[in-house]
Structures are given as structure tokens and as C-alpha cells.
């Protein structure tokens, strides 16, 4: 097992020293920035890299932040934070007591310590104390249980679909995927905090990592949700094969968040893989954990596809298009959606997305009426 350590140097040069030789007495791997930062591409870039190739990440937080980077106004750990988040990547969280943590440090540790995904946090004085709790933890990951737990709703949840809008800005016309997370016992937004959010969600949407600095982003909103489109790319030729893409973000004065993307496809029409669209809706449930707007402990999560008729439950070759598709068009009208009639734990926008993507995906393709 390969374990990442995450860590400013200033003020934890001991922990970071003393960790690897506990990672490899216990037969596993550590990975961390002394050991590749003379490379040929950036460190940033070799850091992100190789925290993508571990299996687990371990955070120390000490009094100091780091250096910011100009291309994510973040330092190098918290740009590590979102990306262990995002992939959903088990985080244990040491902070470290009897230090005075500078302004910028005691921010982010608020957005850790704020984070109950499936996330372990603890503390530590120092470097006799922290070490048996990293053992037990590494001990404790072999056997893992499942992060997540169902519960059926007492009653309905006020989701909004928005199955039967026209694509989305930018010129999206064709079938769209549609991920909602609606937090349980949440009062919802008071106005001036809708718009609060609201104004950040471009930031945070950036900060996530799956949007590139460069790509322009398109914010509007009105009394009851704040939405941001993103360009999705066009195929170099009209017959080429197109993975699918985040194209819009939507909070709403509720708390519901709901990402809508566009299916793989090709010079066909949009494809539902039995393969491709867990892994799809996997990203999406770690993308919008990784928004950092939802904490409730509890949550329900629910799919659908717009225009339904225009998709068909088909492989998808990146590498190449179909040369027959079997619409939907002289079917039967029907629709493509979840049923949200069980709330999950938060775990599901983290370390439990990929269990929950696929009985989602399960759900929805077992509903079209070209599923074998």
C-alpha cells in the first residue's frame, strides 16, 4: 500500500522525518515530497502526480500554511486536500496542540476539521504520541467496512428536476446526465447566505480541480438557486467519439446542489455504458463533496436523463464511433430517473461515491427501454 504524506516541513520537520520508516516497518510504501522534487516537471504537478498513485493520505497540520501558488491561490497542501478529496482517497488528519496555528493555517483547518466525509481527524502533541496512532490506522485500513448507511425517509425530500429544461448555456442540446444531493434537516439558505455561496461557488468550483484556470466561467442567479455554466469541449471532427462533461452547477436557496453533464456519445446520439456512466456519476458525487458545501451528516442523492429517447443503452469506444445506434424515437414516451426515497450518509460524496454510483447506475439503465 502506498501512503502519501501531506505536510508543510516548517514546524513538523521531525513527524515528516520520523513517518517513512514507520510506513516501511509496517510493509508499506510512504510517498512525499522528499522523494521526488528533482524532476524534470514542476513539483506541484510531481506532488499532485503522485498523491493520484497513492492509496491512502495522511495530513499533518502544524502552525504554518506554506507557500501559496498563483495558480490556485492555495498552498501545496491544501491543492493535496482537494485532490485526495476529489478522488476520494481515505484522509486521516493530525493536527498538531501546543502550537499557534497563523491565520491563513487556522482557516484551512477549519475547512478539514468542517469535513465529515468519511474522514478521520485526531491530534498530537508530538512525535511519541502521533506514531501509534498512525499504526493503528494503517492496521485498521486493511479491513475497512463500508463508510456508508441508508435509511428510508420519513418523508419526501422537495427535490427540483430540471429534466425538461432546453440544455444549458453554451449551446448543450443534447442529453443531459443529472446528479442531485439534497442535505437532510437543513433549513435552507436565508437570502444574504444564498448569495453568499453563491458569489463563491466559481472559486470553489475552481478549486476542485476540474476546471482549468484559463476556461471561462459563466455565473447568474436569482432569489432561489446560483448557477454556473462551463464550456463544454467540442470533438475535433463531427463524427468523433465524446466522453461526458460536467457542464453546469446549481445551488439552490434549499441546499441542494445539482451538477448536470453531458452522456459520452458519438455521431450516434448519447450513450448510457453499464461501465462508463458509474464511473461518470462517481466523479460527480467526489465533485460536488469536493465543493465543500454540503455538510449535513445525512443526504439523499438521485439521477436522471433529460430527453431520455435520444440516448440508447449501448458500449462506448472512445477510440471510435458506432456505426449503427437503435434510438429510442419510436418508443413509448418515458423517463429516466432515481427514486430518492432513502437518505445515505455524507460518505456518499466521498470514500462511499462509487458504491452509490453504481446502484444508481443500476437503477436508471434498468429503467430504458433498450437495457437487455
Known sequence: MRIFISSVRKGLEEERDALPGLIRALGHTPVMFEDFSAQTMPSRQACLAALDSAD????????????????????????????????????????????????????FARTVEAYATGVFRDSFHDTAELMPKVVRKVRDLESVPSPLSFAPLAQPVPLCWSLHEAGVEGGVNRPLLELHVFPVEFPGYATRELEEVGNSLT???????????????????????????????????????????????????????????????????????????PQQVTSLLRFSGALNVIRQERVVVAIGVSDPKLTQVDRFNPHQSRTRAELSACMRSFTLQTEPDESTSLAALDMGAEEVARFLSRALIKQHPSAP
Open 56 to 107: 491512502a493520505c495522511i495530513f499533518l497540520l502544524g502552525p504554518f500554511y506554506g507557500h501559496v501558488f498563483r495558480e490556485t491561490g492555495q498552498s501545496a497542501t491544501h491543492d493535496e486536500w482537494v485532490a485526495a478529496q476529489t478522488a476520494g482517497k481515505p484522509r486521516w488528519v493530525y493536527r498538531k496542540l501546543g502550537v499557534t496555528f497563523e491565520d491563513t493555517q487556522q482557516d
Open 203 to 277: 472559486d470553489r468550483i475552481r478549486r476542485a480541480g476540474i476546471v482549468k484556470n484559463g476556461v471561462a466561467l459563466m455565473s447568474s442567479s436569482s432569489q432561489e438557486q446560483a448557477t454556473v455554466s462551463i464550456p463544454v469541449g467540442r470533438p475535433r471532427t463531427w463524427d468523433a467519439p465524446q466522453p461526458g462533461e460536467l457542464a453546469e452547477v446549481r445551488l439552490y436557496k434549499s441546499g441542494q446542489v445539482t451538477l448536470r453533464a453531458t452522456l459520452p456519445s458519438d455521431n450516434m446520439g448519447s450513450i448510457l455504458d453499464h461501465e462508463v456512466l
